[in-house]
């Protein structure tokens, strides 16, 4: 009867195991998605462009440029779920000397298009275009010629998780 008793007991416990580690292991697996990093350098542009990330990491923008900008997020072309984005990354002359920062997350697959609000504008088209004359960024003194320019945006291709 007691050999009977320590097979159930034993039994439940390997079950009980079984289920904690199930419950577990997303927890474990989300503690180790990747942070990847957008940087504005000291001029009005993100680096990269570009970033293909996956599922559950998430993208730091780092503002080096002394001045403020912003992320902005397009939604007539996301598809990624962080619609709504309007955040100021604050730029070293008005943060102490310290870059801005900030964090989001993407929970979803797809694309998050973004931009600056201070260096780009949507036309009729939603389509980021720079200020200035022919919606193009032109230098003070019109010298060398008109410096046209492409707006302040990003885009974050989101790739499904690794499973």
């Known amino acids: 009867m007691l050999s009977h008793r320590f097979r159930f007991y034993r039994f439940g416990l390997l079950v009980l195991a079984a289920c904690l580690l199930g419950t577990a292991a997303p927890i474990w697996a989300s503690e180790h998605r990747a942070v990847h990093q957008v940087t504005v350098p000291d001029e009005d542009r993100f680096t990269p462009f570009?970033?293909?990330?996956?599922?559950?990491?998430?993208?730091?923008?780092?503002?080096?440029?002394t001045?403020?900008?912003?992320?902005?997020?397009?939604?007539?072309?996301?598809?990624?779920?962080?619609?709504?984005?309007?955040?100021?990354?604050?730029?070293?002359?008005?943060?102490?000397?310290?870059?801005?920062?900030?964090?989001?997350?993407?929970?979803?697959?797809?694309?998050?298009?973004?931009?600056?609000r201070f260096h780009a504008r949507l036309d009729s088209s939603n389509q980021p275009t720079a200020p200035g004359p022919r919606d193009g960024i032109q230098n003070m003194n019109n010298q060398g010629g008109p410096n046209f320019g492409t707006p302040m945006m990003g885009v974050i291709t989101v790739l499904p998780a690794n499973d």
């Open 50 to 65: 570009a970033l293909t990330i996956r599922a559950g990491d998430t993208v730091r923008w780092i503002n080096n440029d």
């Open 67 to 116: 001045d403020d900008h912003t992320v902005v997020s397009d939604d007539a072309f996301n598809t990624a779920d962080n619609k709504g984005v309007d955040h100021l990354l604050a730029g070293t002359d008005s943060n102490g000397g310290k870059p801005g920062t900030f964090r989001l997350r993407f929970e979803h697959p797809g694309t998050f298009v973004y931009y600056c």
